[in-house]
């Protein structure tokens, strides 16, 4: 249901870069004269591109072969969940705690669009714990080294499987591990599991602790609030939706009842927890008391994406409280309260993507610009961030796109692509930039140039307000070009083109981007836009 409502998110396609190629060659590795893909960035791995390969491949990207493989995923999670709880508590509580899971609608959000990305790691999480649960630690924890490899903040999660494991099933532990060659034999596979994210920092000596691993409390509380947020199922609201129109967000349809439900679990499990059927209640409660430490201390982390590496474990707790009222029929009716408060929060955002589109980087603008850029033809450069891996990921690969700003910071050749005369410049409209005033820089750093700038009409599919734009400078011709050598044009938003000079040329094919089953919101601006389709007359 959720699939098709939004735009292709930079974070949720950046995985394609292992897919296509587009890696620099410090993050692959030569196998038999081919660069093996180690990482995508310092701290993520590449097990989602390689693992999409033949996807695309058959496929061909585009939002549903993209997002169905992630929301299957999130499927087989919440089957695993099931599997898990059912072995070291009842199958009641399994299936509670598999429901609330199921329709928790941050953890259906995160689990489709996959930003983070998060769907992996509670594939891998649940993975590991189910074999757990089955008494095969070796495999276990080579599913557990894959999901640090897959991303290094899965240490979280490991963090929290030692706390719970230690503290509510040490002899358990011990039986599976009678001896040191089970032991050895456990940390072997573990090792296999990561040994890219190993060998990449091998090869560039602990890069993924030097680049990403900032100590600080600073923004506690806002991780704080956040967590408030992702429990009660209001956290995307704003993130993943616009909520245009939307004046008032107290009521029911905003905030699920799931935060207080946990807050009542912690005092029934404290005042339990002596008691044998609350070991699993003490694992997810020394879990998430885990994980969350290590997120509190840790810099440039507390976003939606990150705390809901948690799941399932507030799940477990909460359904462990539930199944331990002895009331007839209370612990059923109980959690139809919470499943049906769960799913009018994800029909109030399910109507909202409907009905608005996605907000911020979710834009369905994307698609659309898409649509717009010709592989092999323009060289499109991204001004702004949130435009780049989607756009190469689309287009699988093949279009030549750069980003010019690096987290902020503008990249040394973005002077040079001002004599390109294929260029066409992407960003975001003013008000909607990830990185406010991109926009003004690069005017100024236009306005030093001997390059011009033609406007066209905004160009909206249907009511909204505009998201991404497009220029495309061209030479001046009363500066530098001999009379005669380009035909310049004007791409207007219906795909007619408008001659500047008389000189012969052909448009490139009228394209339809509203033909696509997914186009249902995109609302695009194409400002500047004077191309430079060069055809010398004869």
């Known amino acids: 249901m959720l699939i098709p409502h939004a735009g292709l998110e930079s974070d949720e396609a950046v995985f394609g870069l292992a897919t296509f190629g587009g890696l620099p060659r410090e993050f692959s590795i030569s196998v038999f004269r081919h660069q093996f893909p180690l990482m995508i960035f310092y701290y993520a791995g590449s097990l989602k591109g390689l693992l999409y390969w033949p996807v695309l491949h058959l496929f061909g990207p585009n939002v549903w072969s993209i997002r169905l493989p992630m929301a299957l995923a999130g499927a087989a999670t919440v089957a695993l969940t099931f599997d898990f709880v059912r072995h070291i508590s009842s199958r009641t509580v399994a299936a509670i705690a598999a429901l609330m899971l199921a329709t928790d609608p941050c953890f259906l959000i995160t689990n489709t669009f996959d930003w983070g990305p998060v769907a992996m790691e509670h594939l891998l999480l649940m993975s590991s714990l189910a074999l757990f649960a089955r008494r ?87 991780k704080v609030a956040t967590l408030r947020y992702l429990l009660d199922g209001s956290d995307l609201f704003g993130v993943v939706t616009r909520m245009d129109g939307v004046a008032d967000h107290s009521g029911p349809q905003f905030h699920g009842l799931f935060l207080p439900a946990v807050l009542a679990s912690i005092a029934v499990c404290v005042w339990k927890m002596r008691s ?67 799913l009018l929060v994800f029909h109030t955002y399910l109507n909202q993507l409907q009905r608005t589109g996605g907000a911020g980087l979710f834009t369905d603008a994307i698609s659309t610009l898409s649509m717009t850029v010709t592989d092999g033809a323009d ?25 010019l700003w690096t987290l ?20 975001h409209v003013p008000g909607r930039e990830y990185y406010p005033g991109r926009a003004n820089v690069w005017m100024r750093l236009q306005a ?91």
Not at 301 to 322: E, K, S
Not at 379 to 403: F, M
């Open 136 to 222: 095969r630690p070796q495999l276990a924890c080579f599913v557990l080294g894959l999901g640090l490899w897959n991303k290094a903040v899965f240490i979280w999660a490991l963090t929290g499987v030692a706390a719970g494991g230690l503290l509510a099933y040490l002899p358990a532990v011990r039986r599976s591990l009678p001896d040191t060659r089970a032991v050895l034999r456990c940390a072997l596979a573990f090792v296999l599991g990561c040994m890219p994210l190993a060998l990449y920092n091998i090869r560039r000596p602990a890069s993924t602790l030097r680049s990403n691993v900032h100590l600080s409390f600073e923004g506690f509380q806002a």
């Open 448 to 538: 030093g140039s001997d390059y011009e700038e033609l406007r066209c009409k905004p160009f909206m599919i249907r009511e909204g307000v505009p998201s991404c734009r497009y220029s495309a400078t061209a030479p001046d011709l009363s500066r530098n070009s001999p009379p005669g050598s380009h035909s310049n044009f004007v791409f207007l938003p219906d795909y007619r083109s408008v001659s500047r000079n008389t000189f012969s040329s052909t448009p490139r094919p009228a394209q339809q981007p509203a033909s696509l089953p997914f186009m249902t919101t995109a609302n695009t601006l194409f400002t500047p836009c004077c191309a430079a389709r060069v055809a010398i007359s004869s």
């Open 276 to 342: 044998s059927e609350f070991k699993p209640a003490l694992f997810a409660s020394a879990f998430c008391t885990g994980s969350l430490l290590l997120i509190s201390i840790t810099k440039y982390t507390g976003a939606a994406h990150h705390m809901v590496l948690l799941y399932p474990m507030p799940q477990l707790l909460v359904a462990i409280a539930v199944r331990s009222v002895r009331r007839k029929y209370l612990p059923a009716l109980a959690a139809s309260i919470l499943v049906s408060a769960n």
């Open 379 to 403: 060289h499109v450069y991204t001004i702004d961030y949130g435009l780049y891996e989607n756009l190469w990921l689309l287009h699988s690969g093949r279009l030549q796109v750069q980003p």
């Open 408 to 427: 902020g910071q503008p990249v040394t050749e973005t002077e040079q692509t001002l004599h390109d005369p294929r260029a066409l410049f992407v960003d």
